[in-house]
Nanobody
Framework: QVHLVESGGGLVQAGGSLRLSCAASGRTFSTYAMALGWFRQAPGKERDIVAAISWSEGNTYYAESVKGRFTISRDHAKNTVYLQMNSLKPEDTAVYYC?????????????????WGQGTQVTVSS
């Protein structure tokens, strides 16, 4: 089992930055050949992929809406995945979720991830 805990959400003005963290407890990400993803869900909308990374190779994927503004990264020593969010816009407002899957390939659908964090609120004011 992998238990995920997100942190780093909050309220920020448009143009500002936040960094989200996702730490694993229980089994580490290195125990399995894993891929990690950040998703977000705004009220009344679907939970959509924001970014994904393969734990071992570091291959990454970004949704078009965040390319050039968000960066996903991982720290093997800390068993943690990060999402650096810059140039934030009001439309980035959502609950952000960290997710993990026990397969190394990148995945873009929420249904391909078996482990989820509790979510952290990000609110961007205009």
């Amino acid at each position: 089992q992998v238990h995920l805990v997100e942190s780093g959400g909050g309220l920020v003005q448009a143009g500002g930055s936040l960094r989200l963290s996702c730490a694993a407890s229980g089994r580490t990400f290195s125990t399995y050949a894993m891929a990690l993803g950040w998703f977000r869900q705004a009220p009344g909308k679907e939970r959509d992929i924001v970014a994904a990374i393969s734990w071992s190779e570091g291959n990454t994927y970004y949704a078009e809406s965040v390319k050039g503004r968000f960066t996903i990264s991982r720290d093997h020593a800390k068993n943690t995945v990060y999402l650096q969010m810059n140039s934030l816009k009001p439309e980035d407002t959502a609950v952000y979720y960290c997710a993990a899957r026990t397969a190394s390939g990148l995945a873009f659908s929420r249904y391909e991830y078996g482990y989820w964090g509790q979510g952290t609120q990000v609110t961007v004011s205009s």
